[in-house]
């Protein structure tokens, strides 16, 4: 670069210098996930979180854009944290494109896959006495948690919410169908069937049954 001063009587004085342009040292995206359950399962919501750098201390973020396989999440407007939610079972890949007001572009992706929930094992057993039916629902859970259950006499729903129930024979004679559904944390479901019968019709009877739903 060469500046030239000159004055009304044509006299100059040059003032010369050299600088180099360095190339535009370039944007940095990085995005980390957080998931809902440590599982993988359906359905899943993750939480983006993402960490832009500019290379320019006057720039400034003009879009973001999120997709997850291809196709834009509707209203991704914030670059720091992004909730994409009820993802079902298969491969994906999210995206974070990213560009300055300067021009500047940078880009972030993850990969992961969401997997089939696990519905409920439950076994359902029962112990009796002079007065008294006491059932147990024992279930386990293999990617997560039971959170609810239902107890069904005479298909009636009952006011009984634990894996435990104890039914009365006086006040409850004859047959008595007992059903019991457990749910998971995912909404899946497994059920479990018994009859037993009260003094009118013999004790000693009873029939069993398992069904799970999904």
């Known amino acids: 670069m060469v500046i030239v001063f000159r004055d009304n009587r044509n006299n100059e004085q040059r003032i010369e210098n050299t600088f180099v342009v360095d ?66 079972e298969k491969k994906y890949e999210v995206t974070l494109d990213v560009v300055s007001k300067m021009g500047q572009r940078g880009t972030a992706s993850v990969d992961f896959e969401v997997v089939k929930n696990a519905a409920p094992q439950c076994a359902l057993s029962y112990t009796e006495s002079n007065m008294s039916w006491s059932f147990t629902n024992k279930c386990i859970d293999t990617d997560g948690k039971l959170v609810r259950y239902e107890w069904y006499i005479n298909d009636e729903l009952r006011n009984v919410f634990g894996s435990t129930a104890t039914l009365s024979k006086n006040l409850n004679r004859g047959k008595q169908d007992i059903r019991v559904v ?9 059920t479990q069937r018994t009859t037993v019968y009260g003094l009118d019709e013999g004790a000693s009877k009873s029939v069993d049954s398992v069904e799970t739903s999904q």
């Open 182 to 190: 457990a749910y998971d944390d995912s909404g899946d479901s497994a």
């Open 23 to 88: 190339e535009q040292t370039p944007m940095t995206v990085e995005m980390t996930p957080k998931f809902s359950n440590k599982f993988m399962r359906a359905p899943l919501d993750v939480t983006l979180r993402s960490n832009i750098k500019l290379a320019h201390s006057a720039d400034s973020i003009d879009t973001v854009t999120y997709k997850v396989n291809g196709e834009v999440v509707p209203g991704s407007k914030n670059y720091w944290a992004q909730l994409i939610s009820g993802l079902t």
